[in-house]
């Protein structure tokens, strides 16, 4: 982590105050270590922070970290803003993209830079339509190539911002909109003067306008990534309709280049590499669909690939289905393990997980008249009260026909049920289990609008 952050003398994140305690925490290591590599390595990131701090130092003009405060920041940036603003009017076309690059160079270095010494996510602009146009207008024009490629950058930047992951509608919308507006972005010519829309109307709609293929790249690296983030926020549902999507009628769209699953095996770990954000995709599909659906979805061709290639969620699946629980949490815990962390990831996780036992255990009632909670307590591999908390609540929760004795610790079928009940109580636990998930999903969501009510909406902004 530190070689990347230290990879460019003039990275603002050498600025954080986490980057020197960890170099002092890697110096303590090497210290108290009689490896050579290890001890070399530490000594060796320690000089390149100081080099690279000197050199920062020296492009800001001050001597010591003090002096680098918010208002430092914004006065140094805002200065070089200021430089490129002037006599852009008489620039030609390409000399007014070489001045946007700089001005999002600069405008993305200014709000890293603010990000590390403040640690405030909200100091990165989700749009830079605002300051690019106090600069000036034109520079628009060079942005509409560029919108795919910003959003997702942001995504990647403010990916440990809970509420930024919440409103992952908000960035698919965004998204669709740089779609939906292609034509028109592109009825602007490059000095910025725009083509009478009524006279193209006909002609718009044969060019067949597209993204650039970095601005495909990026749509598909965004639509992969929201995956993740539905699944943090319990929409098992929309994780399992937008991979199907994308890997099936959906792979190509007209206005994007590149093919979705293409771009799926070549994700790195920025934010979810394939393997990872596979697994998740499986656990939304084991936790939202039945049997003869499930089924369909393990022919998916991208999930037939990942199975062969991923013997540890081949495992897991096929324990699923053959119900043998303990292998199933055991292995849930080794996928949890090798899944990139973030903020939001243990809660999310730790919901998934209650799901599918939750699931789990309603499943295997229905395959049985009567059973000991020691039994299920074996069987499961989990602690007899938590055993009982789930029964308890899903007895509760979706008025199953199902009694417990707390005195004999026993679960049957509730006495005066005829058999055509019990058919029909078999027959509905898995849509009254996907009710729970639409239920639970539903109370997540009322919290997130209870407590983000009088906040503003920062990503947005």
């Not at 020197?20 to 890697?26: G, H």
């Not at 590149?258 to 939304?284: E, F, M, P, W």
């Not at 009254?432 to 920062?458: F, G, P, T």
């Amino acid at each position: 982590m530190l070689k990347t952050l230290l990879a460019k003398s003039d990275s603002p994140y050498i600025l954080s105050p986490a980057i020197p305690e960890l170099i002092s925490f890697l110096s303590q290591t090497a210290q108290a270590s009689s490896n050579l590599i290890t001890h070399k390595t530490a000594n060796d990131l320690a000089q390149k922070y100081q080099e690279n701090l000197k050199r920062l130092f020296n492009t800001y003009g001050v001597e010591s970290m003090d002096q680098v405060t918010q208002d430092f920041i914004m006065y140094h940036y805002d200065g070089l803003l200021s430089q490129l603003s002037h006599n852009t009017e008489f620039l030609d076309p390409a000399e007014k993209s070489e001045i946007y690059s700089n001005v999002c160079t600069i405008i993305s270095q200014r709000d890293i830079a603010l990000w590390a010494i403040t640690g405030k996510l909200q100091f990165i602009q989700a749009d830079i339509v605002g300051s690019l146009y106090s600069i000036d207008p034109d520079l628009l024009v060079y942005h509409d190539d560029h919108k795919m490629k910003h959003t997702r950058d942001i995504l990647a930047h403010k990916w440990g911002d809970p509420m930024v992951v919440n409103q992952w509608q908000y960035v698919l919308d965004k998204t669709t909109s740089i779609l939906q507006n292609l034509d028109l972005d592109k009825s602007l010519n490059r000095s910025g003067i725009s083509v009478d829309i009524v006279s193209t109307q006909e002609v718009l709609p044969a060019l067949s306008l597209r993204l650039s293929e970095s601005e495909s790249k990026a749509y598909w690296e965004i639509r992969w990534w929201l995956l993740y983030a539905m699944f943090f926020t319990g929409d098992y549902d929309k994780v399992v309709t937008n991979f199907s999507e994308m890997t099936t009628h959906g792979r190509t769209i007209s206005k994007v280049a590149g093919d979705a699953t293409h771009i799926l095996k070549q994700l790195d770990n920025t934010v979810i590499n394939k393997s990872s954000l596979i697994r998740v995709i499986v656990i939304s599909i084991v936790l939202t669909q039945a049997n003869k659906p499930r089924e369909e979805f393990w022919q998916n061709a991208t999930l037939v690939e990942a199975f062969y290639e991923d013997p540890l969620i081949k495992d897991f699946k096929q324990n699923f289905e053959a119900i043998s629980f303990p292998k199933v949490m055991d292995q849930l815990k080794q996928l949890r393990d090798e899944i990139p962390w973030c903020p939001q990831f243990d809660d999310a996780w730790e919901s998934a997980r209650s799901l599918l036992i939750q699931k789990s255990i309603i499943t295997y009632l229905s395959f049985v008249s009567q059973v000991t909670l020691d039994h299920m307590s074996n069987f499961f591999a989990i602690d007899k009260a938590l055993i009982t908390t789930f029964i308890t609540k899903s007895i509760a929760l979706l008025d199953l026909p199902l009694t417990l004795n707390t005195q004999t610790e026993v679960v049957e079928y509730a006495t005066g049920n005829s058999r055509r009940q019990q058919a029909q109580f078999i027959e509905n636990m898995h849509r009254n289990a996907d009710e729970e998930v639409l239920r639970l999903k539903a109370a997540k969501l009322n919290s997130i609008l209870n407590a983000n009510s009088d906040e503003e909406n920062e990503y947005g902004s």
